[in-house]
């Protein structure tokens, strides 16, 4: 199955160069010679050389052949102003930098502008295109998920220089409080709500298993030094090769200076120059001071376990995988926030719209009661009607107020979704004002199919885009551990030197004689010409050879092979409960869609006849064909239409917002720009389709926000 639509992505050209590479003369040379080390061994099955790195799981060619995802559009973010992929400083020009600790700016708290913009005389009048804006600017589950992209970059920083990978962490956050459930209308399909879970949660992001050879740890090339001065004197217990001295005096300064780097090829090369100047009052000695100088230089290469250039890189491609993961992550992260601030937003409304239902309900009772006690004043109504129709307006009140402080709760929950500072006291109580109402008119989506609804999230889905490179994660490590099974197989050669040099000890004395050596007997030879001799082939010692190591039975690397193989199958059956899981979400939120459409027109049929019925039981009440009782049965029964109404109309919104979320297309239906979301620099609000205005007399008269 193929898991990337581009075919000139970088890792799909990677795992083409791999496959030439397996399948060159050069690979079947290397398992051949594999399979003679493994047969010669002793004690080892003669067919154990092909079993062991055999072909023992098939690519996914034998999955059914679905449909691929889009990949996110790579996320240019930098929270520190650099790329972490790249060192710090450079090594010609700028080396100091490297070892300068990295700044990156303190986070802001303080609130975007456009929250300032729609406050009018201490109310905030919220259009759903500003929450969303808001939210794109200040949430701050949206804000700490922008570092995880620098993170997934310091990991590909990290496999660049020969180190395992530590991963992002990203993850889908959901701190933000958010969502409304009401407890009139279910909603939702027949698999249940399709609410913001519908897109999953939790990112994919997978480090490397560590399964098979380790890169070389030292692709940075590394140079240490030493610098030494001792100063010692020993005393000595037989003077008779000492001169007569009791005790020698030694005086050693050492240099020493060696460099280490790894190469992607699996090679290893190893420099060191040590250097030692040595001053005695030894009569024995005859160089006083004693320069020597040695020079070492080895180069190993992998031959079979550890070689190649894609077995020591791998984990860099897989660093650029979980850099993609975390881009999809991060857009998924954009459409959990949004439709969890659009759910917020219509709750708001429901409530908004409750209190103004409460409010006029109360108005009705109130009423009501104020003409059965001028009946009962004048005598033709009993106290009977009149106390019940004020125990109805004692409980409208009680029914205004728990709305009331339904609605100022999903009012801080709005605040806390779109506002990053809440510790302006003015800004904590002002009063939050919908401006927007959801217009039912049918969408497209509504009308198509089930199967192009659910190609349309094959594509678009970002839960698919991650497992599909996870699953090509788990291929790399799966690739890593069959190199494991190989045998350790290195060539190496080196070069080795020594020089000496140094003048002729001034304390010198022939073996048995008081007389010193003549002066000129031992010429000095300065250190220039020490360095010479040791590069001139004065003293050289050279060589080549190979080191074999195979491990008997090879359990360790069996057991590792084996578990990167079983893990690669669960990936693969996990992608295909993933398209399935998706295929039921989009078939649960479109059925969701249809029967809330078929309930907001019940309700509102319901709602019509309800207030026509009330009407009328008021004309017969005025006639004196009614009673009081019927009256407030007949209110109640349109208060609970009222409420059944704007459940139902709050249900078919964010259902509508749900599906829209589980086929990932909320960026393009609301004009979301993914690079911009990244930046939190919004040029323009999204602009929210399936809207309507407010009813008139809804909500006091305001002057309209910029976004209206």
């Given at each position: 199955m193929q898991l990337f639509a581009r075919s000139d992505f970088e890792q799909q050209t990677i795992a083409a160069r791999a496959n030439r590479e397996a399948k060159s003369p050069a690979g079947y040379r290397l398992r051949a010679v594999a399979a003679v080390l493994l047969t010669l061994s002793a004690g080892m099955p003669a067919g154990f050389a092909q079993q062991a790195p055999a072909a023992q799981d098939k690519a996914a060619s034998d999955l059914p052949a679905l449909p691929t995802p889009a990949p996110t559009e790579p996320l240019d973010l930098r929270q520190s102003k650099r790329d972490f992929t790249r060192p710090s400083g450079r090594l010609l020009g700028d080396p100091i930098r490297a070892y300068a600790p990295t700044h990156i700016d303190k986070a802001s708290f303080q609130n975007s502008v456009r929250l300032s913009d729609l406050v009018k005389n201490g109310k905030i009048y919220l259009s759903l295109s500003d929450a969303l804006a808001l939210a794109l600017e200040n949430n701050y589950d949206i804000a700490i998920s922008r570092y995880y992209m620098d993170l997934a970059d310091l990991d590909i920083l990290r496999a660049k220089a020969g180190q395992l990978l530590s991963g992002s962490g990203a993850t889908v956050n959901s701190f933000t409080q958010g969502g409304y459930s009401s407890s009139t209308v279910s909603g939702g399909g027949p698999g249940g709500t399709?609410?913001?879970?519908?897109?999953?949660?939790?990112?994919?992001?997978?480090?490397?298993?560590?399964?098979?050879?380790?890169?070389?740890?030292?692709?940075?090339?590394?140079?240490?030094?030493?610098?030494?001065?001792?100063?010692?004197?020993?005393?000595?217990?037989?003077?008779?090769?000492?001169?007569?001295?009791?005790?020698?005096?030694?005086?050693?300064?050492?240099?020493?200076?060696?460099?280490?780097?790894?190469?992607?090829?699996?090679t290893a090369l190893s420099v060191s120059l040590s250097n030692s100047r040595t001053t005695t009052d030894n009569p024995f000695t005859n160089y006083s001071p004693d320069l020597s100088s040695s020079f070492q230089s080895?180069?190993?290469?992998?031959?079979?376990?550890?070689?190649?250039?894609?077995?020591?890189?791998?984990?860099v491609y897989q660093a650029i995988n979980n850099r993609r993961i975390?881009?999809?992550?991060?857009?998924?992260?954009?459409?959990y926030t949004v439709n969890q601030v659009e759910n917020i937003y219509w709750g708001l409304v429901n409530d908004y719209e409750d209190v103004q239902a409460k409010q006029q309900a109360l108005e009705q009772s109130s009423k009501l009661a104020a003409d059965n006690r001028k009946q009962l004043e004048i005598g033709t109504l009993a106290q009977l009607d009149v106390m019940n129709s004020d125990q109805a307006v004692a409980s409208d009140k009680q029914a205004l107020v728990s709305a009331q402080s339904t609605l100022n709760y999903q009012q801080q929950i709005m605040k806390q979704a779109i506002v990053r500072n809440l510790n302006d006291p003015a800004l904590a109580a002002a009063e939050i004002?919908?401006?927007?109402?959801?217009?039912?008119?049918?969408?497209?989506?509504e009308k198509a199919s089930v199967d192009e609804l659910v190609q349309q999230a094959f594509k678009n889905s970002p839960v698919l885009e991650q497992a599909a490179l996870a699953l090509k994660n788990d291929e790399i490590s799966l690739r890593g551990a069959k190199n494991g099974l190989l045998p350790t197989l290195d060539a190496f050669g080196f070069y080795n030197s020594s020089a000496l040099g140094g003048s002729q000890n001034p304390d010198a004395e022939p073996f048995g004689s008081s007389t010193p050596y003549p002066a000129g007997t031992f010429p000095t030879v300065g250190y220039?010409?020490?360095?010479?001799?040791?590069?001139?082939?004065?003293?050289p010692d050279k060589g080549v050879g190979f080191n074999l190591t195979i491990p008997i039975r090879n359990r360790a690397a069996q057991a590792q092979q084996t578990a990167a193989l079983i893990q690669y199958r669960q990936a693969e059956l996990h992608l295909e409960q993933l398209y399935t899981q998706v295929r039921m979400n989009v078939v649960n939120a479109q059925f969701a869609l249809i029967n809330d459409r078929a309930l907001v027109q019940s309700s509102i049929a319901n709602h019509a006849y309800t207030q026509q019925a009330l009407d009328a039981e008021v004309k017969k009440l005025r006639l004196g064909a009614s009673t009081t009782a019927n009256v407030l049965l007949q209110q109640k029964a349109l208060a609970a239409a009222q409420d059944t109404l704007l459940a139902s109309e709050a249900a078919y919104a964010r259902d509508r917002a749900s599906l829209y979320q589980t086929l990932a297309s909320t960026l393009e239906h609301y004009g979301i720009n993914l690079q911009e979301a990244a930046t939190g620099d919004l040029s323009a609000a999204p602009v929210v389709p399936g809207l309507s205005p407010v009813k008139s007399g809804s909500q006091p008269a305001a002057t309209p926000s910029p976004a209206q």
């Amino acid at each position: 199955m193929q898991l990337f639509a581009r075919s000139d992505f970088e890792q799909q050209t990677i795992a083409a160069r791999a496959n030439r590479e397996a399948k060159s003369p050069a690979g079947y040379r290397l398992r051949a010679v594999a399979a003679v080390l493994l047969t010669l061994s002793a004690g080892m099955p003669a067919g154990f050389a092909q079993q062991a790195p055999a072909a023992q799981d098939k690519a996914a060619s034998d999955l059914p052949a679905l449909p691929t995802p889009a990949p996110t559009e790579p996320l240019d973010l930098r929270q520190s102003k650099r790329d972490f992929t790249r060192p710090s400083g450079r090594l010609l020009g700028d080396p100091i930098r490297a070892y300068a600790p990295t700044h990156i700016d303190k986070a802001s708290f303080q609130n975007s502008v456009r929250l300032s913009d729609l406050v009018k005389n201490g109310k905030i009048y919220l259009s759903l295109s500003d929450a969303l804006a808001l939210a794109l600017e200040n949430n701050y589950d949206i804000a700490i998920s922008r570092y995880y992209m620098d993170l997934a970059d310091l990991d590909i920083l990290r496999a660049k220089a020969g180190q395992l990978l530590s991963g992002s962490g990203a993850t889908v956050n959901s701190f933000t409080q958010g969502g409304y459930s009401s407890s009139t209308v279910s909603g939702g399909g027949p698999g249940g709500t399709t609410g913001a879970s519908a897109a999953g949660s939790g990112g994919l992001t997978v480090t490397a298993s560590g399964a098979g050879p380790m890169p070389e740890s030292n692709m940075d090339p590394s140079v240490t030094s030493t610098i030494q001065f001792e100063r010692a004197r020993t005393p000595q217990s037989n003077t008779t090769f000492t001169g007569g001295k009791t005790s020698l005096s030694t005086n050693t300064n050492q240099y020493n200076f060696a460099y280490n780097q790894g190469f992607v090829t699996g090679t290893a090369l190893s420099v060191s120059l040590s250097n030692s100047r040595t001053t005695t009052d030894n009569p024995f000695t005859n160089y006083s001071p004693d320069l020597s100088s040695s020079f070492q230089s080895k180069v190993t290469q992998h031959l079979l376990q550890g070689a190649g250039i894609w077995v020591n890189k791998r984990f860099v491609y897989q660093a650029i995988n979980n850099r993609r993961i975390t881009d999809s992550t991060f857009r998924q992260q954009i459409l959990y926030t949004v439709n969890q601030v659009e759910n917020i937003y219509w709750g708001l409304v429901n409530d908004y719209e409750d209190v103004q239902a409460k409010q006029q309900a109360l108005e009705q009772s109130s009423k009501l009661a104020a003409d059965n006690r001028k009946q009962l004043e004048i005598g033709t109504l009993a106290q009977l009607d009149v106390m019940n129709s004020d125990q109805a307006v004692a409980s409208d009140k009680q029914a205004l107020v728990s709305a009331q402080s339904t609605l100022n709760y999903q009012q801080q929950i709005m605040k806390q979704a779109i506002v990053r500072n809440l510790n302006d006291p003015a800004l904590a109580a002002a009063e939050i004002i919908p401006t927007d109402r959801v217009s039912i008119e049918q969408i497209p989506e509504e009308k198509a199919s089930v199967d192009e609804l659910v190609q349309q999230a094959f594509k678009n889905s970002p839960v698919l885009e991650q497992a599909a490179l996870a699953l090509k994660n788990d291929e790399i490590s799966l690739r890593g551990a069959k190199n494991g099974l190989l045998p350790t197989l290195d060539a190496f050669g080196f070069y080795n030197s020594s020089a000496l040099g140094g003048s002729q000890n001034p304390d010198a004395e022939p073996f048995g004689s008081s007389t010193p050596y003549p002066a000129g007997t031992f010429p000095t030879v300065g250190y220039g010409t020490v360095l010479q001799n040791l590069f001139n082939s004065t003293s050289p010692d050279k060589g080549v050879g190979f080191n074999l190591t195979i491990p008997i039975r090879n359990r360790a690397a069996q057991a590792q092979q084996t578990a990167a193989l079983i893990q690669y199958r669960q990936a693969e059956l996990h992608l295909e409960q993933l398209y399935t899981q998706v295929r039921m979400n989009v078939v649960n939120a479109q059925f969701a869609l249809i029967n809330d459409r078929a309930l907001v027109q019940s309700s509102i049929a319901n709602h019509a006849y309800t207030q026509q019925a009330l009407d009328a039981e008021v004309k017969k009440l005025r006639l004196g064909a009614s009673t009081t009782a019927n009256v407030l049965l007949q209110q109640k029964a349109l208060a609970a239409a009222q409420d059944t109404l704007l459940a139902s109309e709050a249900a078919y919104a964010r259902d509508r917002a749900s599906l829209y979320q589980t086929l990932a297309s909320t960026l393009e239906h609301y004009g979301i720009n993914l690079q911009e979301a990244a930046t939190g620099d919004l040029s323009a609000a999204p602009v929210v389709p399936g809207l309507s205005p407010v009813k008139s007399g809804s909500q006091p008269a305001a002057t309209p926000s910029p976004a209206q």
